[in-house]
Structure formats: C-alpha cells, structure tokens
C-alpha cells in the first residue's frame, strides 16, 4: 500500500475514535447511576420479592400480578419530573386491597428515586391486615419471619428490628431464638441493648427514623435530613399488632428503608440537576432585534 495512503487511513481512524470518545462524553454523564445500597450478597432483604436493587418497572410488575383480577383494590401511582421540564417517572406506588368480614387487607407502597439514580425503590411497605378467621399465631408469624431474614437485631415494643450497618446485621449480643423473640416481641424494648445499638455516637436512633419513615411522606427531601443523621445503612422493620386473642396476629407490617441508597440517590440526582440532565433540550435562542 503507498505511504500516502497509510497515512490517511490512520487519521481517518484516528478522526473516528476522536468522534466517538467524544460522543461518549457526551453520553456517559446522561446515563444513570447506580445508588450506593445497604445491602449486599446473601443479606439482602426483600418484600414479596421486591428489594432496593428493584426499579419503579419491576415494582409494578409485582404490584399488578400480586393484584390481578381484583376490582375492589384501589391504585395510586404518583408520577413526577425530574427537574425542570425533565422526564417524567414514577416516584411511588401504592396499591390498596381493603379488608372484609372474611378477606384478609393487603398494602402495597414503593417509593423510588429519580432516572438520573436508576429509579431505585429506597423504601418498600407491606400492610396485612387479616380477618378475624384469618389470623395467625405470634409463634407461626416470628418463625416465618426469622425463617426468611434471619436474627433480628432487637426485638420488643411489638417489632423484630433488622439495623444493617457495614454489609452485615448489627448486634447488641442478644441471640434471639424463636421463643425468645416470642416471649420479648410484646414487652418494651431493652434500654441496654439501644445503648448497645446507638454506640457512643450522637446519630440518630434507626429504630426511631424507620418509625418515622412510615408516618410522613416518602418524598427524598422530607426523609433526607433523618437519613443522613441515621446511626445505620439500612432497616427492616416488621410489626406484630396483637389480634383476638392476644396470641394470634391481627395486622403485619412490613418495612424496609435503605438508609444509605436514599442518601447517595439525593447526590446523585443533586449533580444531575446541577449539570442540567433535568431540564429539556429547548432552543437557546433570543428573539431577533425588529
């Protein structure tokens, strides 16, 4: 081949990969990113199969088959965009099945971050509310649960606390058994092992922003100041109410909060908003002097 010719097909390429690194450039910062999580590997907790690696799209999936054929379940899809003008997403899911006289009450709720952080669920609740000829035992109901997630971090005030911290389920060196979390779910919760549980930080309680996480709107920016003041990566609360009699179980909750995800989501999403990912691609223009 003549020399001239080698030469321009090397700039040729070299014209090419320059286009195409910049075209890279110019992609790479619109695409999400993914949210730092709490959870890892085998410890990672899940609701119906839903768990903080789970986007808006999967959620729903779960949400409508869980529902289907079910006329009489009220739907509550809240959409948003993200900055101004940008895309829109959904930002939390709530699916309501009302209880009967013979039907147990279910609930649904998902809240999810913006596309700039992959619409990652950063808060997942269930709600059992069973029939009265439906309700199961405390005994049947811990088994279950410590069958699933493991041992509970500390139990008491009608809950089984999962307090996550570092990849691993925290300890306060008490090694509930099934009895024993039994024989504790329905006391107050030992004030030694929240000291434990708290260390010598000044952070905040987890078992007291999970509480919280569940009566105030899930919107980020009301849930983030408690997060970033969390003394914890993540929670998984559950909440035996007592039925009739006080043996069996009259409503379940679950709730599983990702401390950590929420707060890397809101940097996320600051930055994106901050470079203008969330606003549309509108003209730039000014009007022509007339």
Avoid: W
């Avoid at 999810?112 to 992959?118: D, E, G, K, L």
């Avoid at 929240?194 to 920016?221: E, F, H, I, W, Y």
């Avoid at 909440?239 to 006080?246: M, S």
């Amino acid at each position: 081949m003549p020399r001239h010719a080698l030469v321009s097909m090397t700039l040729a390429m070299g014209l090419v990969s320059l286009a195409a690194a910049s075209l890279a450039d110019d992609v790479k910062p619109n695409a999400p990113k993914t949210p730092e999580t709490a959870f890892s590997g085998k410890l990672r907790p899940d609701i119906l199969g839903m768990s903080t690696e789970s986007n808006a799209e999967s959620a729903r999936a779960v949400f409508d088959s869980l529902f289907k054929g079910r006329t009489d379940t009220k739907t509550d899809i809240q959409q948003q965009k993200f900055g101004n003008g940008g895309a829109g997403y959904v930002a939390a899911l709530n699916f309501n099945l009302p209880a009967g006289p013979k039907q147990n009450g279910e609930m649904l709720s998902a809240s999810f971050s913006s596309p700039a952080s992959a619409n990652r669920a950063y808060f997942l609740a269930r709600n059992l509310t069973f029939a009265q000829d439906q309700q199961p035992s405390k005994a049947d109901m811990i088994k279950e649960i410590m069958g699933k997630y493991g041992v509970p971090t500390i139990v008491g005030d009608q809950h089984l606390y999962y307090i996550y911290r570092k990849g691993s389920i925290m300890s306060v060196g008490a090694k509930y058994k099934e009895a024993t979390a039994l024989e504790a779910i329905d006391k107050p919760l030992d004030p030694r092992a929240a000291v434990k549980l708290n260390g010598d930080t000044v952070r905040g309680s987890c078992v007291a922003v999970v509480k919280r996480a569940q009566t105030k709107a899930k919107d980020p920016s009301a849930m983030l100041a408690e997060a970033r003041g969390a003394n914890c990566d993540g929670v998984l609360s559950v909440q035996l109410v007592p039925g009739t009699p006080a043996d069996r179980v009259g409503i379940a909750q679950f709730t599983l909060l990702d401390v950590k995800q929420l707060v890397s989501a809101a940097a996320i999403d600051s930055a994106a908003l901050t470079s203008g990912q969330g606003e549309s691609a509108m003209p730039k223009g000014s009007a022509p002097k007339l």
